[in-house]
């Protein structure tokens, strides 16, 4: 594809309940990253992942919040047992090596409700 | 530790005007990546540049341009003759070898008023 896209772009989602967010990433891209936007805190990486055709490496992910990798320019992330706290715009972002330009995705703005 | 501070959180100026959006890095390593993003309404992160820690040469592109100090750790972006088009929040960013994430600052948000 032409670009980073993420599904959907909006979500709204009980407290408690697990979510699932998609990321699109380009072709060819070795690393994927995920980051939380908010108004607070600014964006903050979340996970990140690289790989080859064999493995997939995973960054940090912390406590509730995991990625996986199912195919190399696919990733979906996580959040189990979804709290207010965790409202914010997430940004799934590619780069074809680390430290070289990452194109970002649209965001999924999380309400958690 | 690795920091980015952008202490401008808001600017607000008139059409044609020039205009700078502060940045400053905070790094121990003697390698390491700084970027800049614009992030319109639209709300995707897009690329504007990328400069490594032995490349001091400052740059123009259009009516952007950029000055990396090492010596003040700051990389600064200038606007010339702004366009309402310009609007949006702009990040500055940094990453080290080693460290496979960007460290963001906290975005300034530039209106540009026509």
């Known amino acids: 594809g032409a670009g980073v896209s993420q599904s959907p772009r909006y979500k709204v989602a009980k407290r408690g309940r697990d979510v699932a967010l998609r990321c699109d990433s380009i072709?060819?891209?070795?690393?994927l990253y995920w980051y939380r936007q908010t108004l607070g805190q600014g964006s903050e990486v979340l996970t990140y992942?690289?790989?080859?055709?064999?493995?997939?490496k995973s960054g940090r992910p912390s406590g509730r919040f995991s990625a996986e990798r199912p195919e190399r320019s696919v990733s979906t992330l996580k959040i189990q047992r979804t709290e207010q706290g965790d409202s914010a715009v997430y940004l799934c972002?590619?780069?074809?090596?680390?430290?070289?330009?990452?194109?970002f995705g649209q965001g999924t703005r999380l309400t958690v409700v | 530790a690795q920091k980015v501070t952008q202490a401008q959180t808001e600017i607000s100026v008139v059409e044609k005007e020039d205009v700078t959006l502060d940045c400053v890095y905070e790094?121990?390593?003697?390698?390491?990546?700084l970027f800049w993003y614009k992030q319109p309404p639209s709300g995707e992160l897009v690329f504007l540049i990328r400069?490594?820690?032995?490349?001091?040469q400052n740059e123009i592109s259009g009516r952007y341009s950029w000055n990396f100090q090492k010596s003040t750790s700051s990389f600064n972006f200038t606007i010339t003759a702004s366009q309402v088009v310009d609007s949006a929040v702009y990040f500055c960013?940094?990453?080290?070898?080693?460290?496979?994430?960007?460290?963001f600052g906290q975005g300034t948000r530039l209106t540009i008023n026509p």
């Open positions: 992942s690289q790989s080859d055709a064999q493995r997939d």
């Open positions: 400069r490594n820690s032995f490349d001091e």
């Open positions: 072709s060819g891209h070795v690393t």
């Open positions: 790094t121990r390593d003697t390698t390491y990546y």
């Open positions: 972002a590619s780069s074809l090596f680390t430290h070289t330009e990452a194109f």
């Open positions: 960013a940094s990453s080290i070898q080693g460290a496979q994430k960007l460290v």
